[in-house]
């Protein structure tokens, strides 16, 4: 189940808001704004829609908290994927066939240490969701509803199943761990595995412990972040089996993680624990969010921020093309400071954050593009902007008249950014054990000459999609001196228009495994960008 559109007439802050536009496809909305923007007033409209479906169950929302002016009608309709209106209350075919169409937690829901000393402290029904809040502004208590859940459904396979004991702790705590090692990493130092889940007993709370590098840590003494992350997935471990066509809505889930965290969260809440046919809705101003949702093509982002909610407003999914879809969690003032005496550098094939991790000291900042069509409309219509793009199949003089045109744009003076990664000289100054330049070199030839025929094959075709030689750089078809310089069998003559990306196989490589990191940190690659740059 996915919606398509909301519409909220006389409900919270908004006079009458439409959100529309929201594709079939869209797995995830991320709802950005400022604090106070309205974000979480559409969670409130969700919940009232699941308290008018669950009628009896739980608590049913006070239809005064929701209503904007009371002397007028208010309603929440919201339209999903197979044409079908949920209108709030006036929903009774959803109530009768007992359908879960709704799964929300709030922002007030980490607990800093656990309380229970029994099993069974709080009466619950997880099937009915009887243990949610009333309002998202409650505090949601159901954390040690869902450990006690899963414990009990761990001993019940202990007892219950022919399960061995490793598939048992392969089903309950493997998903936990696989996700912590995506989320956190594997390195000694932000590593974390959860170890055990022992249920309270005898007076004593739940034993909750982990492993993090090489100390055991009780779930009390993690660091904030790493309680928001283990809440939400216990979260998710014990319930999301009863919401397989349901839409989940999660009230700022990126609290006390940093950037690189709430982005490795998000991604991995949204491609490994919401089921394809559901849709998650998520609210949140955090940079991390809005990075994974402009990144991820099954993402939507509904912008909130700076809006009169007093007038009726009709909102639609951003464009992700402009880079204003940061402004809420960067401010450009801010953006600014930051890049203050920097040069932005547009890179074709996403390898931005090669070139930055080489060059970022040398006061450039590499961005992203697909290809060098859009490297070149990116500085024909931004001349703040540098772009740099491969030579591919370039002779020499049409470079010279592409640069003469169009000075912002750079070009490689090799086939292609592999090129520099694995010519010899670059290899060489890593100083490898065993590491022969001759005998690497010698491979090279002999991977270009096998590949002959269908190098020259491509030439022609690659060429006739060259954006440049339709804004005004000719082409007169001439390709005999790139074939010229191919027959040769001296890297420099030929090594400029191989296509080391496609053709060459790495086999003399294998043994020293190489990683690109360290390829784009010789002295050699740094200088040859550099000197193309400047």
Request: charged share 25%; aromatic share 10%; hydrophobic share 35%.
């Given at each position: 189940?996915?919606?398509?559109?909301?519409q909220?007439?006389?409900?919270?802050?908004?006079?009458?808001?439409?959100?529309?536009?929201?594709?079939?496809?869209?797995?995830?909305?991320?709802?950005?704004?400022?604090?106070?923007?309205?974000?979480?007033?559409?969670?409130?409209?969700?919940?009232?829609?699941?308290?008018?479906?669950?009628?009896?169950?739980?608590?049913?929302?006070?239809?005064?908290?929701?209503?904007?002016?009371?002397?007028?009608?208010?309603?929440?309709?919201?339209?999903?994927?197979?044409?079908?209106?949920?209108?709030?209350?006036?929903?009774?075919?959803?109530?009768?066939?007992?359908?879960?169409?709704?799964?929300?937690?709030?922002?007030?829901?980490?607990?800093?240490?656990?309380?229970?000393?029994?099993?069974?402290?709080?009466?619950?029904?997880?099937?009915?969701?009887?243990?949610?809040?009333?309002?998202?502004?409650?505090?949601?208590?159901?954390?040690?509803?869902?450990?006690?859940?899963?414990?009990?459904?761990?001993?019940?396979?202990?007892?219950?199943?022919?399960d061995?004991?490793?598939?048992?702790?392969?089903?309950y705590?493997?998903?936990?761990?696989?996700?912590?090692?995506?989320?956190?990493?594997?390195?000694?130092?932000?590593?974390?595995?959860?170890?055990?889940?022992?249920?309270?007993?005898?007076?004593?709370?739940?034993?909750?412990?982990?492993?993090?590098?090489?100390?055991?840590?009780?779930?009390?003494?993690?660091?904030?972040?790493?309680?928001?992350?283990?809440?939400?997935?216990?979260?998710?471990?014990?319930?999301?089996?009863?919401?397989?066509?349901?839409?989940?809505?999660?009230?700022?889930?990126?609290?006390?993680?940093?950037?690189?965290l709430?982005?490795?969260?998000?991604?991995?809440?949204?491609?490994?624990w919401?089921?394809?046919?559901?849709?998650?809705?998520?609210?949140?101003?955090?940079?991390?969010?809005?990075?994974y949702?402009?990144?991820?093509?099954?993402?939507?982002?509904?912008?909130?921020?700076?809006?009169?909610?007093?007038?009726?407003?009709?909102?639609t999914?951003?464009?992700?093309?402009?880079?204003?879809?940061?402004?809420?969690?960067?401010?450009?003032?801010?953006?600014?400071?930051?890049?203050?005496?920097?040069?932005?550098?547009?890179?074709?094939?996403?390898?931005?954050?090669?070139?930055?991790?080489?060059?970022?000291?040398?006061?450039?900042?590499?961005?992203?593009?697909?290809?060098?069509?859009?490297?070149f409309?990116?500085?024909?219509?931004?001349?703040?902007?540098?772009?740099?793009?491969?030579?591919?199949?370039?002779?020499?003089?049409?470079v010279?008249?592409?640069?003469?045109?169009?000075?912002?744009?750079?070009?490689?003076?090799?086939?292609?950014?592999?090129?520099?990664?694995?010519?010899?000289?670059?290899?060489?100054?890593?100083?490898?054990?065993?590491?022969?330049?001759?005998?690497?070199?010698?491979?090279?030839?002999?991977?270009?000459?096998?590949?002959?025929?269908?190098?020259?094959?491509?030439?022609?075709?690659?060429?006739?999609?060259?954006?440049?030689?339709?804004?005004?750089?000719?082409?007169?078809?001439?390709?005999?001196?790139?074939?010229?310089?191919?027959?040769?069998?001296?890297?420099a003559?030929?090594?400029?228009?191989f296509?080391?990306?496609?053709?060459?196989?790495?086999?003399?490589?294998?043994?020293?495994?190489?990683?690109?990191?360290?390829?784009?940190?010789?002295?050699?690659?740094?200088?040859n960008?550099?000197?193309?740059?400047?």
């Open positions: 189940m996915k919606i398509r559109s909301i909220l007439d006389n409900f919270k802050r908004f006079t009458s808001l439409r959100i529309e536009d929201i594709g079939d496809d869209v797995k995830l909305v991320l709802l950005i704004g400022s604090n106070g923007s309205g974000k979480s007033s559409v969670f409130d409209a969700f919940e009232f829609v699941n308290s008018s479906i669950q009628d009896g169950i739980g608590t049913r929302m006070n239809e005064e908290y929701c209503v904007k002016n009371p002397e007028k009608k208010f309603s929440a309709a919201l339209t999903i994927n197979d044409g079908s209106i949920l209108r709030a209350p006036d929903i009774e075919l959803f109530r009768r066939n007992g359908q879960k169409i709704f799964y929300g937690r709030t922002s007030f829901r980490q607990i800093p240490r656990l309380k229970r000393t029994t099993l069974g402290e709080q009466k619950f029904d997880i099937i009915k969701d009887s243990d949610r809040p009333k309002y998202f502004i409650d505090r949601d208590e159901r954390f040690e509803n869902d450990l006690e859940k899963i414990t009990a459904d761990f001993l019940n396979a202990v007892y219950e199943s022919n061995t004991r490793d598939q048992i702790v392969a089903r705590i493997g998903p936990i761990n696989a996700a912590l090692s995506n989320i956190f990493g594997n390195s000694n130092s932000t590593s974390l595995r959860l170890t055990k889940i022992i249920p309270p007993l005898d007076g004593k709370t739940a034993q909750v412990i982990f492993k993090k590098g090489v100390s055991e840590i009780h779930y009390d003494y993690l660091s904030a972040g790493e309680k928001e992350v283990f809440n939400i997935l216990i979260n998710l471990l014990s319930r999301s089996s009863l919401y397989q066509d349901s839409i989940y809505f999660l009230d700022e889930i990126d609290l006390h993680l940093n950037t690189a709430q982005y490795a969260l998000l991604k991995e809440i949204t491609e490994n919401i089921p394809n046919n559901c849709q998650l809705w998520v609210a949140s101003h955090s940079l991390g969010f809005i990075d949702a402009h990144d991820n093509e099954q993402a939507a982002i509904v912008d909130f921020d700076d809006l009169d909610f007093d007038s009726p407003q009709v909102l999914p951003l464009s992700k093309e402009k880079l204003s879809v940061y402004d809420v969690a960067i401010p450009k003032a801010t953006i600014s400071k930051i890049l203050k005496g920097y040069k932005l550098v547009v890179v074709e094939n996403k390898n931005d954050e090669h070139y930055n991790l080489a060059l970022g000291e040398d006061h450039y900042l590499f961005l992203p593009a697909n290809n060098n069509r859009e490297v409309l990116t500085i024909k219509n931004d001349k703040e902007k540098l772009g740099l793009r491969d030579k591919d199949y370039l002779r020499p003089d049409e010279e008249s592409i640069q003469a045109a169009f000075p912002d744009l750079k070009i490689l003076s090799f086939y292609a950014f592999e090129n520099y990664l694995y010519h010899p000289d670059n290899i060489e100054e890593l100083q490898l054990p065993g590491f022969d330049k001759a005998a690497y070199t010698k491979a090279i030839v002999e991977q270009k000459n096998e590949k002959m025929l269908s190098i020259v094959g491509e030439i022609g075709t690659s060429r006739s999609h060259y954006i440049e030689f339709k804004e005004g750089i000719k082409n007169n078809g001439n390709i005999e001196p790139i074939i010229d310089a191919l027959k040769s069998d001296l890297l003559d030929f090594y400029q228009y296509n080391v990306k496609k053709y060459f196989i790495k086999t003399y490589l294998k043994t020293f495994n190489i990683p690109i990191a360290s390829l784009v940190s010789t002295t050699w690659f740094r200088n960008i550099l000197s193309i740059l400047k």
